[in-house]
């Protein structure tokens, strides 16, 4: 194992579990009993970390059922990525398999349109706010 990859994992023991590994026993030697983290605070850790890893997880599947609903709502293909970083689904809800309310992103998407519709392509653009 290379240095690099032993640090790491001895810091993520360390900071998740409290377990600091000593190169002399191969960590084996538990640690001492005042020293010992209150499990109840490391499964709080544990878990608070969790709920932050699967919210962020969430958001990305939102940004990417949004990115597609911006684009089969006419907004131009290479400006879809900005325009759903300017929008707020912060309310959008994700079923317990992972998938997000693609009703509610649609609905976000359609009235983001319309107050930026400098997004939009050239036809739905002109068709809303006439010819040049």
Do not use: C, H, W
């Not at 084996?28 to 890893?53: G, H, I, K, Q, S």
């Amino acid at each position: 194992m290379t240095r690099k990859k032993k640090r790491k994992q001895e810091n993520v023991l360390e900071s998740v579990f409290g377990i600091r590994l000593n190169s002399g026993d191969g960590g084996t030697t538990p640690p001492e009993p005042d020293n010992a983290p209150d499990p109840d605070a490391v499964e709080e850790r544990a878990d608070a970390l969790a709920a932050d890893r699967e919210r962020i997880a969430d958001l990305a599947e939102i940004r990417v059922a949004a990115i597609d609903a911006a684009r089969a709502a006419g907004i131009k293909p290479q400006r879809a990525v900005s325009f759903v970083k300017i929008l707020d689904f912060s309310g959008v809800a994700v079923d317990s398999e992972g998938e997000p309310d693609t009703t509610e992103i649609e609905r976000i998407v359609r009235a983001g349109s319309k107050e930026y519709p400098e997004f939009r392509t050239r036809a739905q653009y002109e068709r809303l706010y006439g010819g040049r």
